[in-house]
């Protein structure tokens, strides 16, 4: 059973055009993280977010951690065909053995 | 390069047979993962060790799912007596201890379809 909600599920959109992505649980997470995964590859880690209310950018993208440490969410502005990908939001409980819960993911398309 | 690698990258079963999936984590990572990927979803945790310790193994569907690292490094994931429903892509991940927001790095996993 998937603890983390992601949501929309899937999304398709026009190059340049901005969207937010959310991840969102009834658990506290020690911290959480997003990671992007393409076809025939392993996710790969773009942000971990340790503080609740923390926000971090990285280029267009910008991630931000609930004050509760429950929910996240992700923003792309506008967006590329190169952001085409598999978001996947992923929670860390404290005092848990390090495993990932890892949520749904969205699947993002991005039309040239 | 020196990522994470597994084998063999597809694997075709019929029902019934055994199949060995094999991890190569980063040299030198303690921790290593197992995660299921069922087709359209996130990852499902499945076992941890540390070193050639298996500290966790509540994923594990059922008893027909072993995994061992006997000297710590390279790890084998089995399936026995393989069923329709074990069809997923089969990732494994690899990481130093580093507590908190530790980076797990990923395999590009083993995708098996079982027949």
């Known amino acids: ?112 | 390069g020196a990522g994470v690698s597994q084998s063999p990258r597809y694997k075709v079963a019929k029902r019934g047979q055994d199949v060995a999936l094999r991890c190569d984590p980063i040299s030198g990572h303690v921790s290593l993962f197992w995660y299921q990927q069922a087709l359209g979803q996130g990852p499902e945790f499945l076992t941890y060790f540390q070193n050639e310790a298996q500290l966790d193994k509540s994923g594990l569907p059922s008893d027909r799912f072993f995994a061992e690292r006997p000297e710590g490094s390279v790890s084998t994931l089995k399936i026995q007596r393989t069923q329709q429903e074990d069809s997923a892509v089969y990732l494994c991940a690899s990481s130093t201890l580093t507590g908190r927001g530790e980076t797990q790095y990923f395999g590009p996993g083993t995708r098996l379809l079982v027949l």
């Open chain 1, 1 to 112: 059973t998937q603890l983390l909600e992601q949501s929309p599920q899937f999304l398709s959109i026009q190059e340049g055009e901005n969207l937010t992505v959310y991840c969102n649980s009834s658990s506290v997470f020690s911290s959480l993280q997003w990671y992007r995964q393409e076809p025939g590859e392993g996710p790969v880690l773009l942000v971990t977010v340790v503080t609740g209310g923390e926000v971090k950018k990285l280029k267009r993208l910008t991630f931000q951690f609930g004050d509760a440490r429950k929910d996240s969410s992700l923003h792309i502005t506008a967006a590329q065909p190169g952001d085409t990908g598999l978001y996947l939001c992923a929670g860390i409980s404290s005092g848990s053995a390090r495993q990932l819960t890892f949520g749904s993911g969205t699947q993002l398309t991005v039309l040239p």
